[in-house]
């Protein structure tokens, strides 16, 4: 069961969660689905916290031939945007609630971004959103279920 990570910024009360990325995000392209790689980042388009897109070298080369535009933000469509360093709970003090650091900073007010995986566990089941984008990652659809 996914654990949503909450970042926080020291200097600022910039603050999201991975929770924001979860749910179905594909691209439809010729009619198909296909899925679409994302990370959790800060925009600094619409200053938050949220799911960016991820091209990867297989997907730029195939399938995104046509692709005009670099990754963006899925929120706002900015991009200018930094990726959030994959980083794992303190082996030695799992969920205390103690962050740890990203080694990310934000760079509007320079302050650190930490994660927080003390955050509850909680079950989505269904609820989560399906969200299609099309070639060049602009949301076609969002329902929610
Ligand atoms: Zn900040
Ligand atoms: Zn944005």
Redesign the pocket.
């Known amino acids: 069961m996914p654990i949503p990570i909450k970042y926080t910024c020291t200097k600022c009360d910039l603050s999201g969660s991975t929770f924001s990325s979860w749910g179905g995000f594909n691209y439809k392209i010729n009619g198909k689905l296909i899925p679409l790689s994302r990370s959790t980042g800060i925009?600094?388009?619409?200053?938050?916290i949220?799911p960016v897109e991820i091209l990867s070298d297989e997907q730029r080369n195939e399938l995104f031939r046509k692709r005009k535009s670099p990754a963006?933000?899925l929120?706002?469509?900015?991009h200018n945007?930094d990726v959030i360093p994959h980083v794992e709970p303190d082996p030695e003090r799992p969920r205390t609630g103690t962050p740890v650091r990203t080694g990310l900073i934000h760079k509007t007010c320079g302050g650190r971004i930490y994660a927080d995986f003390s955050g509850p566990n909680f079950f989505m089941g269904d609820n989560l959103p399906e969200r299609i984008f099309d070639i060049e990652g602009i949301e076609i659809t969002r329902k929610e279920k």
């Open positions: 925009c600094y388009g619409c200053n938050s949220v963006h933000c929120s706002c469509g900015s945007f």
